[in-house]
C-alpha cells in the first residue's frame, strides 16, 4: 500500500491539476492503466500508486460535484378558497445568477477564489447578479398547510462542479372569514345584534364548498359564544371535519325605553316581572 503524502501529489501522479473534474481523473486513470498495468506488462508497484491517487482524486472530484447553491424561500399566501378548491398561482422572485465569473487558476486544492470581469455590462462585481423570475404554481384542491419544492430554481450554480440550489416556497392559508384550527376544523365568528338574536335573523355565509343558509329561530334565542356545527364543512377529507358557528351577540348600548320593555314583557306572556332570584 502506497501513502500520498498531499491532494496535490495525488493529482500529479495523474498528471492533472486539482481543478479537474471528475471526468478528466478516470480519463486520466484509463490512459495511465492502458500504459502501466501489470496486464500490460507494467509495473505492479507503479500501478498500484497509481490506483491509490485515482480513488484520492475521484473522491475529491466528486465531493465538489455536490456541491449546491443556496436555496431560495418564498412564501405564498392563498385564501381559503383558493386552498380548498386549488388554484394556479404566479410567484415572482428573484435569485442568483451566473454571470461573468470564471474558474481560478491559482492551483489550490478546495479554492473559493473567483476572477471576475469588472467591465462586465451588468456590473456584477462579484460573479453574479439578481436575476428576477416569474413561476406558475399549481396547488392542488385541499392545500392547507405545505412546502413545495421546485428543483433547480434557486441561485444558479457559479462553477461547472456546483449545482442550482431549489426554490422552497412555504404556503400558508389567510383568510378574513374563516380560521383553521389544528384539527381541521373552520370556526367563523358572527356578530348578531340582541334584537335579532331574540327574534331571529337569517345568514347567508359563502362556504369554498358552497352557500350555507341558517335561521337562527330554528335554534332558539342566541345567546353569547353559542356555537353551532355543519359536519363536512372543515378543511379534512372526513365527515367529522366541520365548520364551527360562533355568535357574538352585541347587547343595547344603552337601557331599553319603557315602551320596548313593556312590549318585551307582553310578548313574553309575562304579566308580573317581579320574581324571587332562583339560586343553584
Known amino acids: 500500500m502506497f501513502i500520498i ?11 492533472l491539476n486539482n481543478g479537474c473534474s471528475a471526468d478528466d481523473v478516470k ?18 508497484d507503479h500501478f498500484i ?7 484520492i482524486c475521484l473522491k475529491l472530484t466528486s465531493q465538489n460535484k455536490t456541491k449546491k447553491m443556496d436555496n431560495v424561500s418564498q412564501k405564498l399566501i392563498l385564501s381559503l378558497a383558493e386552498a380548498y378548491n386549488g388554484c394556479s398561482k404566479f410567484l415572482n422572485f ?6 461573468c465569473n470564471k474558474r481560478c487558476t491559482c492551483g489550490l486544492v478546495n479554492c473559493n477564489h473567483r476572477i471576475f470581469d469588472f467591465n462586465c455590462k451588468k ?10 423570475k ?65 327574534a331571529g335573523q337569517e345568514i347567508l355565509l359563502n362556504h369554498p364548498k358552497g352557500e350555507i343558509k341558517m335561521k337562527t329561530w330554528d335554534y332558539g334565542i342566541i345567546q353569547n359564544n353559542d356555537e353551532f356545527y355543519f359536519d363536512g ?6 365527515e367529522k371535519s366541520k365548520l364551527i358557528i360562533r355568535f357574538q351577540v352585541v347587547k343595547p348600548e344603552k337601557p331599553l325605553s319603557e315602551t320596548i320593555r313593556k312590549m318585551i314583557l307582553n310578548y313574553l306572556h309575562i304579566n308580573n316581572h317581579i320574581v324571587a332570584p332562583k339560586f343553584n
Open 94 to 99: 428573484s435569485a442568483d445568477k451566473r454571470c
Open 123 to 132: 456590473r456584477c462585481q462579484r460573479g453574479f447578479f439578481h436575476d428576477t
Open 233 to 238: 364543512y372543515g378543511t379534512g377529507e372526513n
Open 5 to 15: 503524502e498531499n491532494k496535490y501529489s495525488a493529482f500529479q501522479i495523474l498528471g
Open 49 to 55: 500508486k497509481i490506483k491509490t491517487a485515482y480513488d
Open 134 to 198: 416569474k413561476v406558475e404554481i399549481k396547488i392542488p384542491p385541499k392545500t392547507f398547510s405545505k412546502t413545495i419544492t421546485l428543483e433547480g430554481l434557486g441561485n444558479q450554480a457559479i462553477f461547472e462542479d456546483e449545482v442550482d440550489g431549489d426554490l422552497i416556497i412555504d404556503v400558508e392559508v389567510k383568510d378574513d372569514v374563516f380560521e383553521i384550527l389544528p384539527n381541521g376544523d373552520l370556526l367563523t365568528n358572527i356578530v348578531i345584534d340582541w334584537k335579532y338574536a331574540l
Open 27 to 44: 480519463k486520466a486513470f484509463k490512459n495511465l492503466s492502458l500504459k502501466f498495468h501489470p496486464d500490460k506488462g507494467g509495473n505492479n
